[in-house]
């Protein structure tokens, strides 16, 4: 899962947040529903955000709905108070994409061990831990734990690759998500993270970034993203690949090409000394030249024992990350690349980000361990990944 650069994203819009809803301040409702980038998006949310103090005053606000209580069909969305009715929200739908119905939040077996978010949707000790602003060295305790996690999350992700075709749906690439990481004795991060429904984010065509598995099928010439987070043994592993479905046309598949390389570009500047926002000049530079442009509003993370700490780590030129990078640490860079405009916006369902003017986006993202001499990227494919990259093996 990306982060938000400021650690909250807007209710409204996305954006980074910096304003926090009075009203639910108050009535002490997550701050995830609450932020507001600017007083213009807060106002322009009002008509529909008051309806999350009602249903708070009334006993039936999101942190007091249980996952058991939602059955298969269009499930509560939670993180923001939002519904995926019987009939579609008014929204200016900005691609050809629209929600799908969504089944019941899968179950996890006892003996799995479960971040702090696993039973009421959320994290304790992530928000107020010191490494949100300081960035851990890990241990070589630690390192081998990232290192293991990591192996899970790519064999996880390997596992879903195989199922893409056209006709299957991304709720039954999340079945595939959910039971490998079971199998492997691990949690699916993202699994009510925040009250996130499902085991894995699924991103099709114009979606961004934390799509949300449903019942639409792929279809033909679709391109669809797997964004994968596993704990394991007290640590998170992340990664993501961008995937085609059937037969796609030459500029997405471009595009894919584009955002690959943008990684592979990062990555290959990742040392000791290095500034963190040197990143994001990289990846702008590549993606500039190919005619792309570069989300804003998302950013690679610190991760470790939490899943989203320092440093942030933004994919875009000029930005104003702090710190430099050394030996022990361990974060995700993951740039989101658009075919378009970099702008977003925001479903209301409170988490599927996609393009503001409907064109195809794509990413890619590694969990990366900074070594004395370079980099290690812990989520590298396997001799065992299934070849879907054309470019890979030419």
């Not at 089944?103 to 696993?118: C, L, N, Q, T, Y």
């Not at 949707?121 to 060295?137: A, F, H, Y």
């Not at 114009?206 to 019942?215: L, N, T």
């Not at 075919?339 to 479903?347: E, F, I, N, S």
Request: proline fraction near 7%; hydrophobic fraction near 35%; charge should be neutral.
């Amino acid at each position: 899962m990306a982060g938000s650069e400021s650690g909250l994203a807007c209710a409204r819009c996305g954006k980074p947040a910096v304003l926090q809803c009075p009203k639910c301040m108050e009535l002490k409702l997550p701050r995830e529903g609450a932020a507001f980038c600017t007083q213009e998006c807060f106002k322009a949310s009002w008509s529909s955000h008051k309806s999350v103090h009602t249903k708070s005053a009334s006993g039936t606000d999101a942190s007091s709905i249980s996952p058991e209580r939602s059955q298969s069909g269009w499930l509560y969305c939670l993180k923001k108070g939002q519904m995926r009715g019987s009939k579609l929200p008014h929204f200016e739908w900005t691609g050809p994409l629209r929600p799908y119905p969504i089944s019941k939040m899968r179950m996890v077996p006892d003996h799995i061990e479960k971040p702090d978010w696993a039973l009421d949707g959320i994290p304790k000790i992530e928000p107020n831990s010191d490494l949100q602003t300081r960035v851990e060295i890990k241990t070589p305790e630690q390192i081998e734990k990232m290192r293991e996690v990591c192996r899970i999350s790519r064999e996880v992700l390997d596992a879903a690759a195989r199922v893409i075709r056209p006709g299957i749906t991304t709720d039954q690439i999340d079945q595939v998500v959910h039971d490998a990481t079971i199998a492997a004795g691990a949690y699916p991060s993202p699994l009510n993270y925040h009250f996130f429904p499902k085991s894995c984010c699924t991103s099709v065509n114009e979606v961004i970034c934390h799509g949300i598995p449903d019942a639409r099928q792929l279809e033909d010439g679709d391109i669809v993203n797997v964004d994968i987070s596993v704990y394991y043994k007290g640590v998170h592993g992340d990664l993501n690949e961008t995937y085609f479905v059937g037969n796609v046309d030459e500029a997405s598949q471009q595009l894919v090409r584009s955002t690959y390389e943008c990684l592979e570009k990062a990555i290959s500047v990742v040392k000791p000394g290095v500034r963190f926002r040197e990143v994001g000049d990289v990846i702008s530079r590549h993606a500039s030249m190919c005619g792309l442009s570069v989300v804003k509003s998302y950013c690679g993370h610190g991760i470790g024992e939490l899943f989203h700490c320092a440093p942030n780590i933004p994919h875009y030129a000029k930005n104003k990350a702090v710190g430099i990078m050394k030996a022990g640490q361990t974060f995700t860079i993951e740039p989101m690349i658009n075919a378009g405009v970099w702008r977003d916006r925001l479903w209301p369902d409170g988490w599927t980000a996609v393009t503001a003017d409907g064109k195809r986006s794509a990413q890619f993202e590694h969990t990366l361990l900074v070594t004395e001499t370079g980099v290690e990227v812990l989520t590298a494919r396997l001799p065992s990944s299934p070849n879907v990259f054309p470019w890979l093996s030419s």
